[in-house]
């Protein structure tokens, strides 16, 4: 018969892997959020310095297929309260009186209205919205930015159908300056 002290030793040493293994699973959970927080808090950084670029790589108009837009430059440039935007458009106009018809694509450059920003710390996303009147066409833009960069801009018209875009968000180069 074994003696109770030996007992002791091998069902700790039977049950000390299982619970360092525990340990070592809440300590990487721990860390993948410390990780995603941190590119989070850089991302949130950029967007409050008011100096970022939303790239579009895919779009959605309102009835249709995704397009892949890779390659064509497709972007909306924000410095300050100011923006830049060049965006493909496929979808339906409502009246012959659209701002930029001889190109048919969204295309303003100016100051942002109604501007607004919403940060959920939980989700780690940020919204991003503002309006910018051009001509006889008035815009509403809201911009949802993820943890990593990752973006999604939806375009509202006064004249046309809405349509969406996917892409990234990146730091607004000197050469880009919407100003």
Do not use: C
């Not at 670029?53 to 890779?70: I, K, Y």
């Not at 993820?146 to 050469?175: H, N, Q, W």
């Amino acid at each position: 018969m074994m003696r109770p002290a030996l007992i002791a030793i091998l069902l700790l040493l039977m049950t000390t892997p299982v619970a360092i293994g525990q340990v070592d699973s809440l300590s990487g959970r721990q860390l993948r959020n410390f990780q995603k927080d941190q590119v989070y808090n850089q991302i949130k950084d950029l967007v409050e310095s008011g100096n970022f670029q939303f790239v579009a790589v895919w779009g959605q108009p309102q009835t249709g297929g995704r397009l892949d837009l890779n390659g064509n430059n497709n972007y909306v440039r924000i410095e300050e309260n100011r923006v830049d935007t060049f965006l493909q458009y496929f979808g339906r106009v409502y009246n012959g009186r659209i701002a930029n018809s001889n190109n048919g694509g969204i295309l303003f450059k100016g100051d942002m209205e109604n501007w607004e920003v919403r940060y959920d710390e939980k989700k780690r996303k940020i919204n991003y919205r503002f309006t910018h009147k051009t001509g006889p066409e008035t815009y509403e833009l809201i911009m949802r930015i993820g943890a990593g960069g990752g973006a999604s801009v939806t375009v509202s018209s006064s004249a046309r159908d809405f349509m969406s875009f996917d892409g990234y968000i990146e730091p607004l180069k000197a050469a880009d300056n919407p100003g």
